[in-house]
């Protein structure tokens, strides 16, 4: 089983920039898809990004060009970068793992605790 970490939430005003960071440990994820996923407070959790296995890449339909997923094999770590950022964007970002690339939450089965994204305006 492979454990997720995430880091580097803040606080950061609207228009700023963050970079999050989720650590696996345990069984190599080469062959997993990793996704990041958001819950607002009060909203469901939203699906953001995935990186599959073969290299592949989808995101969210609101993310329009300011996040971007990195991803470190040897480091087995996979990075978002976060530009531009707007008040709507706060909430806690998950790391997750899944078998094969999914926009759809059900489908991971690993999960890190979360880091909290706060977007003052």
């Known amino acids: 089983q492979v454990q997720l970490e995430e880091s580097g939430g803040a606080l950061v005003q609207a228009g700023g920039s963050l970079r999050l960071s989720c650590a696996a440990s345990g069984r190599t994820f080469s062959r997993y898809a990793m996704a990041w996923f958001r819950q607002a407070p009060g909203k469901e959790r939203e699906f953001v990004v995935y990186?599959?296995?073969?290299?592949?890449?989808s995101y969210g339909d609101f993310v329009k060009g300011r996040f971007t997923i990195s991803r470190d094999s040897a480091k087995n770590a996979v990075y978002l970068q976060m530009n531009n950022l707007k008040p709507e964007d706060t909430a806690v970002y998950y790391c997750?793992?899944?078998?094969?690339?999914?926009?759809?939450?059900?489908?991971?089965?690993?999960w890190g605790r979360g880091t909290q994204v706060t977007v003052s305006s």
């Open positions: 997750a793992t899944a078998p094969f690339a999914s926009t759809r939450e059900v489908d991971y089965f690993n």
């Open positions: 990186w599959s296995w073969s290299g592949s890449k």
